[in-house]
């Protein structure tokens, strides 16, 4: 009975080992992979031939690892994948550095290749202050792996004397009471770097930081469209906004009025007269203890206007900042940097009224003489308020009076009008005004296509104002109630 037993036995072994052995056969099915003759030579380059790369198996794309390609053969089937190499011998990458005049403030355009890249080639120098240029990296290096670089101007900016008027594009330098200072740091009588301070009216102060060159920056009266600007085109904030924009200054004769966005086109964000100091309180950035009560009337006439009473922390009233960005909110810097809040722009006024927020007008000017047909005039609807336009339809004429119970009188010219609340001026419908026989005809455009009698349409390439076609002529028409044309105007010649 035993001998059965051991036969059976012998006999189930038998069967379960033929079943192993064929599952193990067939799970060894397929290709398997082999480095090619490339595996362990030199190149100079990636090899890119398949056969060579692989004896067998699918070849992955070679890649410097630095002194080696590297590359994989893939099997087929169950097996998997070889990893194979050949050395570089190459010369190594070299990946493009910024040398030590990036970030830094020149009197001239920065030259001398060492001066410019640390490693890699500097292609030409681009710019009239700030500067930029790239430095290219060598020996198969990818365009990621360029600098870019740039560095600012310390010379001083062309201005024009206070009491000469001031060309379109041009500013007036500051004086003691007229005058705007920014920066980068809090603001104090004296130079005090080693405890977060700086010099009011001083732009010397500068370092560097990631978002380029940092400081103060101070200018005079004038309309600045956009206060940050750009590294090409650096505006009043540029060196404060590239700091952490902590501090600020306005002269005794100054008002400063800061808009949400460029060219005025936002709301009023900040609307403050001199004298007047600000220091950052949003958290982050506290003033120094006691700032308030130093006493500056000994350190000059500058800093003596600068009573205790007129230095304020960005959170306090009138200044009233929000406290989670304070002064920061004012630079114009762009999203993509620091604590960016989107870009602004600036007025400065120095008009001799002591920076008063709301400056008189000019004394007006009526003309009560013949009248005409479409007249328009600019007015101001209250002291404080932006100059307006308004223009008459053609087919009557403009009256305006000094008050609501004054008689109308007739206007022949346009110009300003002075102060002119609603129902002080107004369009009188008039037989004088009828269109003649001749009215009717067609105009042709700046690009050569004809437009309709009475066709309005805008052309940012002649005017940013509309254009109008009346009888035959091209007319250019005020803007009403703020409505023109934009920048980008919708008609342009090809």
């Known amino acids: 009975m035993k001998t059965y037993r051991y036969i059976a036995l012998i006999a189930f072994t038998a069967v379960t080992c033929f079943f192993l052995s064929a599952s193990e056969a067939s799970a060894a099915t397929g ?177 560097s930081n990631p978002n380029g060159p940092s400081g103060s920056d101070i200018v005079g009266a004038g309309e600045y469209t956009d206060s940050y600007g750009s590294d090409a085109s650096p505006g009043p904030f540029y060196r404060a906004g590239n700091g952490s ?5 306005i002269g005794s004769g100054t008002r400063v009025i800061v808009h949400q966005g460029r060219n005025f086109s936002g709301g009023v964000i900040f609307d403050q007269t001199g004298p007047l100091v600000v220091t950052n309180n949003n958290g982050q950035v506290l003033p120094a203890s006691g700032w308030k009560t130093e006493n500056w009337a000994s350190t000059g006439s500058l800093f ?85 336009d308004f223009t008459c339809p053609s087919d009557s004429k403009l009256w305006n009076k000094a008050d609501l119970s004054s008689p109308k009188v007739y206007q022949s010219t346009g110009g300003y009008k002075g102060v002119k609340p609603a129902g002080t001026f107004g369009c009188d419908a008039s037989s004088e005004c009828s269109a003649p026989p001749s009215q009717g005809r067609s105009c042709v455009d700046q690009c050569g296509e004809a437009r309709t009698d009475e066709e309005v349409w805008c052309s940012y390439e002649q005017s940013p104002r509309p254009l109008k076609c009346v009888d035959g002529t091209v007319q250019q028409q005020p803007n009403i109630n703020g409505t023109g044309c934009n920048a980008s105007g919708p008609l342009r010649c090809p």
């Open 31 to 207: 290709t398997s992979a082999l480095c090619g003759a490339a595996n362990g030579q030199e190149y100079s380059s990636a090899p890119t031939n398949n056969a060579l790369l692989c004896a067998r198996g699918l070849a992955s794309a070679a890649t410097s690892s630095g002194t080696s390609w590297i590359w994989q053969c893939t099997g087929s089937g169950s097996y998997g994948s070889v990893n194979c190499s050949a050395a570089n011998c190459a010369p190594p990458q070299v990946f493009g550095e910024c040398g030590p005049v990036d970030r830094t403030e020149v009197a001239s355009a920065p030259s001398g290749a060492a001066n410019l890249c640390s490693k890699g080639t500097p292609t030409p120098v681009l710019g009239s202050g700030p500067w930029t240029w790239t430095c290219r990296g060598n020996n198969n290096s990818a365009s990621t792996d360029d600098a870019s670089c740039s560095a600012g101007s310390n010379s001083p900016t062309t201005c024009i004397p206070a009491g000469q008027s001031v060309p379109p594009g041009q500013t007036q330098c500051p004086t003691n009471e007229c005058f705007f200072w920014v920066s980068g740091i809090k603001p104090s009588n004296r130079n005090e770097f080693n405890t977060y301070r700086a010099k009011i009216g001083d732009t010397s102060l500068t370092w």
């Open 245 to 249: 924009f902590d501090g600020l200054a």
């Open 304 to 388: 003596a206007q600068f009573t205790s009473s007129t230095r304020k922390n960005s959170d306090e009233a009138p200044i009233s900042l929000p406290a989670n960005t304070g002064l920061w909110s004012l630079s114009g810097v762009p999203t993509s940097k620091f604590a960016g809040q989107g870009p602004t722009s600036v007025k400065v006024i120095c008009d001799g009224s002591g920076g008063s927020p709301t400056p008189p007008p000019p004394p007006p000017t009526e003309d009560p003489g013949e009248a005409a047909c479409g007249q328009s005039m600019t007015y101001r609807a209250s002291a404080g308020e932006e100059i307006n």
